[in-house]
C-alpha cells in the first residue's frame, strides 16, 4: 500500500504559479513513479505530469513549458511547480503512485483544488 498526500492549492490569478506538493508513504515499489492528474467539473480526469525514481518525466502537451514535475527521494515528495497558470488550469488536482510512468494509477491522494482566476 502506499499512501498520498497532497497540498499546495489554492487561489491564484491568471498568470500567477503555486506549486503542488505530495508526500508519499509506504510500498517503495508502489511509488516507483508518481504522478499529478487534474480533474475539472464535468471533465474526465487527465494526466498533467508524472516522474520516476531514474528522473523521466512526462507531460501532457497543455502543460509542457509552464509545469515541470520533481522528486525528492529523501524527503519522499513529489512536486508540480505551476507558472503561467491559466483559468483552464481549474481543477482538482490529484497526486497518484504506480509502478512505471505508464502506469501511475495504482494510489491516489484525496486531491487539492486549485482555482484559477482571470
Known amino acids: 500500500q502506499v499512501q498520498l498526500e497532497e497540498s499546495g492549492g489554492g487561489l491564484v490569478q491568471a498568470g500567477g504559479s503555486l506549486r503542488l506538493s505530495c508526500a508519499a508513504s509506504?510500498?517503495?515499489?508502489?511509488?516507483?513513479?508518481m504522478g499529478w492528474h487534474r480533474q475539472a467539473p464535468g471533465k474526465q480526469r487527465e494526466l498533467v505530469a508524472g516522474i520516476n525514481h531514474g528522473g523521466y518525466t512526462r507531460y501532457d502537451d497543455s502543460v509542457k513549458g509552464r509545469f515541470s514535475i520533481s522528486m525528492d527521494n529523501a524527503k519522499s515528495t513529489v512536486y508540480l511547480q505551476m507558472n503561467s497558470l491559466k483559468p483552464e488550469d481549474t481543477a482538482t488536482y490529484y497526486c497518484s503512485s504506480g509502478t512505471s510512468l505508464w502506469s501511475m494509477e495504482d494510489f491516489w491522494g484525496k486531491g487539492t483544488l486549485v482555482t484559477v482566476s482571470a
Open positions: 509506504g510500498s517503495i515499489f508502489g511509488r516507483r513513479a
